[in-house]
């Protein structure tokens, strides 16, 4: 058997990780300014990262009855008290695009209509119902979904409130700053506009948070920038580091009953283990803070470049749109400077999502190397 490929592969097999470096089969060392789509928060193999999980592995190995485990309580309490939403619960499952199904789910349970607003450039998963709120007509199409989406452009408040107007819509998802699409932030006022226009139709409002949260932005969620509490906040990504865990942050409206969600595998011990550990981590080393810090300090050393038309994104979640496809400038990126960094589906965006733990004289060495080849 072979692997079904689907992603386009720089020709670099990376076998260690180390820091905000990553090594290849040949031991060259690569500067990470991508970290894995926003994957790895706290730096590759941080030693309590380590060795939470390798503690939880020798205890209790692979066992994965993941149900209402002591470590849940413990991860739903401390997330709690970092994010700021502590009168919040926690469902824990194990990708961004489970995390987003089950949100659509709840909405749709809690007010009993089926259709969503989503946003153009949108992306959140690739289960069906998450694909369906992506902006992408085929998939939609190819899921039967196509009835039941209406998408929007981004900050288009009044075709939104006509919409939800027909109270026939469940919920309106949105990311805190959408990723993939190339870093485009709603901004303030549009959120705060959409979750006015969700309370006054009883429609539910989900911030799809898996690649915008988690300190990334310099706050614990890039919608705290906002004046909003969503009903609902998905998360995944940077919350293990790298192992696959996710959740839904749901309002204390929702009201959880036996069999409304389930999984298998979502919150097993590991999963925990390495959730708790980015945690304790984020708040031991203020990385939100450094995000904030070394993200302002990028942009401050790169707004002045001519070729870069516009520098989007806060923190370290950032986009830098330039006139032409940055294909090639990523290509050299990580020939000639052994730095890898992101592409975006607006080809002429290069993503940057290094891990929160990077430093300013990292930083320096992306921002030399860009200056250089530009
Ligand atoms: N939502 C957003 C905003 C994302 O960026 C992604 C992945 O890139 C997802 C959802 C899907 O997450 P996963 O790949 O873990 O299913």
């Not at 904030?292 to 950032?318: M, V």
């Amino acid at each position: 058997m072979k692997n079904y490929k689907v992603y386009p592969l720089f020709d670099i097999t990376i076998e260690k990780g180390e820091g905000n470096y990553v090594y290849d089969t040949a031991g060259e060392r690569y500067l990470d300014f991508y970290g894995g789509h926003a994957v790895i928060s706290i730096g590759h193999s941080h030693p309590t990262y380590v060795t939470s999980i390798t503690e939880q592995v020798n205890k209790i190995g692979f066992y994965s009855n993941s149900v209402q485990i002591p470590q849940q309580e413990e991860l739903a309490e401390k997330l709690g008290v970092l994010s700021g939403y502590e009168d919040y619960d926690l469902f824990l499952c194990n990708s961004g695009a489970e995390a987003n199904e089950n949100a659509l789910k709840l909405a749709s349970f809690q007010n009993g209509r089926n259709k969503i607003v989503a946003f153009k450039n949108g992306f959140h998963g690739r289960t069906s119902l998450a694909v369906a709120a992506t902006d992408n007509p085929k998939i939609q199409a190819a899921v039967n979904a196509t009835d039941n989406i209406q998408l929007f452009e981004l900050g288009d408040l009044e075709g939104v409130k006509a919409a939800l107007a027909t109270k026939e819509v469940a919920c309106v998802i949105i990311e805190g700053i959408q990723g993939v699409g190339g870093i485009n932030d709603p901004g303030a006022a549009f959120l705060e506009g959409l979750q006015k226009a969700c309370k006054e139709t009883g429609t539910i409002f989900i911030l799809d948070e898996v690649q915008s949260g988690y300190g990334r932005t310099g706050k614990f969620f890039a919608h705290q920038y906002a004046d909003v509490k969503p009903d609902l906040i998905t998360i995944a990504k940077g919350m293990g580091n790298g192992f696959p865990i996710g959740g839904v942050i749901i309002s204390p409206d929702f009201e959880a009953s036996f069999g409304q969600l389930g999984t298998t595998f979502g919150g097993n011990h590991l999963a925990c283990a390495a959730g708790l550990a980015v945690l304790d981590v984020m708040k031991a080393e203020n990385l939100m803070n450094n995000s904030q810090q070394i993200g302002d300090y990028i942009i401050s050393q790169l707004k002045d470049i001519k070729s870069i038309k516009e520098i989007r994104g806060k923190g370290l979640l950032l986009g830098l749109e330039f006139e032409d496809s940055v294909k090639e400038l990523r290509g050299e990126l990580l020939k000639k400077y052994k730095i890898f960094t992101g592409a975006a589906t607006n080809p002429k965006v290069l993503r940057l999502l290094p891990p929160m733990t990077i430093t300013k004289t990292e930083a320096d060495i992306f921002i030399n190397a860009l200056t250089d080849l530009l």
